[in-house]
């Protein structure tokens, strides 16, 4: 059964705006130094071309309070990510840009230097369009700038705002407003280089609570690697 948002969406296309960043947060409710960067992604995903994403992590839930939005797969989406740059520095608030960059969530002049970097920028060369219909998510992928490349495609779902009261632990007696929660990953295909037409069953968004998406095209070598392109869904 669809939730009721879906039928809201009609064939409601995404934002044309292209997308020159994706960032995405990894943070806790359990970390006392996370609430700044979790306003600043606040602040980044009213920007039309950013692509603000939160991904909860799982790893300081043992300080007393047990993070309601986290997932086993975001951490382990943050240590793949260390492992594929050599550096092996996992934390909270870290953000990631474009699957390359990593600097502290809450900083924000480095976080706004690595989305206006050419070099991080410039790893978003593959236009994508995406839109809803009734029983579908469409999405077009175009060709790569330059001959060898090669990616996976993937759709998340996400929940554009969530309102969480922190009972315990050091963040204890705040509430917090986290934007455009991933709430799962689907892989989509795989992309050669050429211009692709993709269709995923509708379906694939009745995910928790979920209530739009994003899709991501990432180069992957035994790990997530630079992201190429983005689309994002209605009302993000």
Not at 49 to 71: M, N, Q
Not at 104 to 122: F, K, N
Not at 146 to 153: H, Y
Request: glycine share 10%; aromatic share 6%; net charge neutral.
């Amino acid at each position: 059964m669809f939730p009721a948002w879906l039928g809201l969406l009609g064939a409601a296309r995404a934002e044309d705006v292209p997308p020159r960043a994706v960032v995405e947060l990894f943070t806790s409710q359990g970390c006392s130094a996370c609430p700044p960067a979790d306003r600043l992604v606040n602040e980044l995903a009213r920007d039309p071309g950013v692509i603000a994403l939160t991904l909860p992590v799982t790893y300081w839930d043992y300080l007393g309070w047990k993070d309601t939005l986290a997932s086993t797969s975001f951490t382990a989406r943050q240590r793949a990510y260390a492992s594929m740059r050599g550096d092996r520095q996992v934390f909270t608030p870290q953000a990631v840009v474009n699957g390359a960059a990593t600097v502290v969530g809450s900083d924000r002049a480095a976080l706004e230097r690595s989305i206006r970097d050419p070099g991080t920028a410039a790893s978003l060369p593959v236009p994508i369009r995406s839109e809803v219909d009734p029983d579908r998510i469409v999405i077009d992928v175009g060709p790569a700038p330059e001959a060898g490349r090669t990616a996976e495609l993937w759709l998340l779902p996400v929940a554009r705002a969530r309102e969480v009261a922190i009972g315990r632990g050091e963040n204890r007696g705040r509430t917090v407003t986290y934007r455009n929660v991933v709430r799962g990953m689907h892989h989509v295909g795989s992309w050669r280089g050429a211009p692709a037409h993709y269709e995923v069953p509708r379906t694939a968004l009745a995910e928790a609570d979920a209530d739009s998406y994003v899709v991501v095209l990432q180069a992957e070598n035994n790990g997530p690697g630079r992201i190429l392109g983005a689309a994002k869904g209605p009302g993000l």
